[in-house]
């Protein structure tokens, strides 16, 4: 079975940082480019960040650009989000989301994704 | 960044009506939009692709239709389990920008 599994989530302070967390499993995770999601308690969705399934490839929304780092280890098929200089407005659930071919810059829509973690920034 | 905007917000329905729900971008986006399922607390579900293709395991009850900057999803009969938020998604370009949802509700 294909799934995603998110954990790292937490409670901390403006300025903290905190590295997420997706295990992948049920299919060649190195294939696909893989993408973080959140989602702001009771708003819609945000795209935050994509890899290429070789990790060469990255890209980030402007709000999180220079604060958050995507990676990914293909030998243990986990993606990571790792972010710093964290803010109130980054509060969220985040969601990581399998992409439909292994490049950045495709047409493909996000086929798979994980249960969610929550990341609660409060002083 | 390509805005895409949906309406209307919210709906009420009874089982077995028709819904329709609309997702207008900001640009020409080709065939290139995406429609999800999301129920309370719950991950998002892949429902159409490209427009008007179903997802794999996906009731043929939903349909999707359109092109450049309209497009409709359509429930043709409601069921219980479709009382959901749905968001359309464009995967034209960077960043894959995302609807602000339309709930579902039960009337």
């Known amino acids: 079975e294909v799934q995603l599994s998110e954990s790292g989530g937490g409670l901390l302070q403006p300025g903290g940082s905190l590295r997420l967390s997706c295990a992948a499993s049920?299919?060649?995770?190195?294939?696909?480019?893989m993408n973080w999601v959140r989602q702001a308690p009771g708003k819609g969705l945000e795209w935050v960040s994509g890899i290429s399934g070789s990790g060469g490839g990255t890209n980030y929304a402007d709000s999180v650009k220079g604060r958050f780092t995507i990676s990914r280890d293909n030998t243990k098929n986990i993606l990571y989000l790792q972010m710093n200089s964290l803010r109130v407005v980054d509060t969220a659930v985040y969601f990581c989301a399998k992409d439909g071919g292994p490049e950045l810059g495709t047409h493909d829509a996000f086929d798979i994704w994980g249960q969610g973690t929550m990341v609660s920034v409060s002083s | 960044d390509i805005q895409m905007t949906q309406s209307p917000s919210s709906l009420s329905a009874s089982v077995g009506d028709r819904v329709t729900i609309t997702c207008r971008a900001s640009?020409?986006?080709?065939?290139?939009l995406n429609w999800y399922q999301q129920k309370a607390g719950k991950d998002p579900k892949l429902l159409i692709y490209a427009a008007s293709s179903l997802h794999s395991g996906v009731p043929s009850r939903f349909s999707g239709s359109g092109s450049g900057t309209d497009f409709t999803l359509t429930i043709s009969s409601l069921q219980p389990e479709d009382f959901a938020t749905y968001y359309c998604q464009q995967s034209y370009s960077a960043p894959r920008t995302f609807g602000q949802g339309t709930k579902v509700e039960i009337k």
């Open positions: 049920g299919f060649t995770f190195s294939s696909y480019a």
């Open positions: 640009q020409t986006i080709s065939s290139y």
